[in-house]
Nanobody, 111 residues
Framework: QVQLVESGGGLAQPGGSLRLSCVASGFTFTSYAMSWARQAPGKGLEWVAG???????VYADSVQGRFTVSRDTADNTMYLQMNNLKPEDTAIYYC?????WGRGTQVIVSS
């Protein structure tokens, strides 16, 4: 049974940092690409970043240069390091693998 569990969200000030984690289970973590997406209040789902099997990553223009996605194959965990946070980064962040989604972790950026 595939499970994706996000954590690490919270309140951050503009310019601050947070690191999100997504612990995966129920599938061969090393064999698939994974991604992060987010949903801001009142808006649709937005893809944020993806990481491929070999570790190469891609980012949405809105987070390029500020966010870094990585994965730890020893712990079956994907991370999203978010730096220089902006109020517009406020959203629920979801971990995704194929058609599977976690429950999300909320990020609020506010002074």
């Amino acid at each position: 049974q595939v499970q994706l569990v996000e954590s690490g969200g919270g309140l951050a000030q503009p310019g601050g940092s947070l690191r999100l984690s997504c612990v995966a289970s129920g599938f061969t973590f090393t064999s698939y690409a994974m991604s992060w997406a987010r949903q801001a209040p009142g808006k649709g789902l937005e893809w944020v970043a993806g990481i491929y099997v070999k570790g190469n990553a891609v980012y949405a223009d809105s987070v390029q240069g500020r966010f870094t996605v990585s994965r730890d194959t020893a712990d079956n965990t994907m991370y999203l390091q978010m730096n220089n946070l902006k109020p517009e980064d406020t959203a629920i962040y979801y971990c995704n693998f194929r058609t599977y989604w976690g429950r999300g972790t909320q990020v609020i950026v506010s002074s």
